[in-house]
């Protein structure tokens, strides 16, 4: 019985020495191999999908950012564009509409952002599929009304409605 013990024990210091060396070798090559800071071009353009819209604030639950890691919320939003308006290396911004469920607060403030950039100079372009007339277009039509230019496919419908009141 002596003897199945030690050779249990040998296993597992030898299992530990494994792992030793392994996480040794990781911070050997983690001091030694490691670049420096990434190369950035001199300009960029930056891409803003808004497919999926913008949340007013990110989620508390524990497990959301593990569920939908990507989710915008309007100040990251604003904030990054503001950056973006400092930031010389910004050429502009390349915005994906969709169908963003967007409501109007949160689109007249991305469109104040989007109108900040353009004051320094820089361009605002927009893509939607298609402006089919759903219950948040009006937002929508407002925020594309900021960028200096605005596609849609050729496959796509515009629906112009207006505002009613009751």
């Known amino acids: ?69 990507n989710t915008l919320t309007l100040r990251s939003v604003v904030t990054a564009l503001e950056d973006a308006s400092r930031d010389d290396r910004v050429a502009g911004v390349a915005v994906r509409l969709g169908a963003a469920p967007i409501g109007i607060a949160a689109a007249q403030e991305l469109r104040q952002a989007f109108l900040e950039l353009r004051k320094q100079d820089k361009f605002a372009v927009g893509f939607s599929p298609s402006f089919d007339g759903s219950e948040n277009m009006m937002a929508l039509y407002m925020l594309a009304a900021s960028f200096d230019r605005v596609s849609m496919q050729p496959s796509g419908t515009l629906a112009l409605t207006g505002v009613s009141i009751e």
């Not at 191999?33 to 007013?56: Q, S, T």
Request: zero cysteines; hydrophobic letters at 60%.
């Open 1 to 69: 019985m002596r003897l199945i013990g030690r050779i249990v024990l040998w296993f597992f210091a030898l299992i530990g020495m494994t792992a030793a060396s392994a996480v040794a070798v990781g911070i050997v090559f983690a001091v030694f191999y490691h670049d420096n800071e990434p190369v950035m071009p001199e300009r960029v353009v930056l891409w803003l999908d808004l497919d999926g819209g913008v949340a007013d604030t990110q989620s508390e639950a524990p497990w959301a950012s593990f569920l939908d890691e």
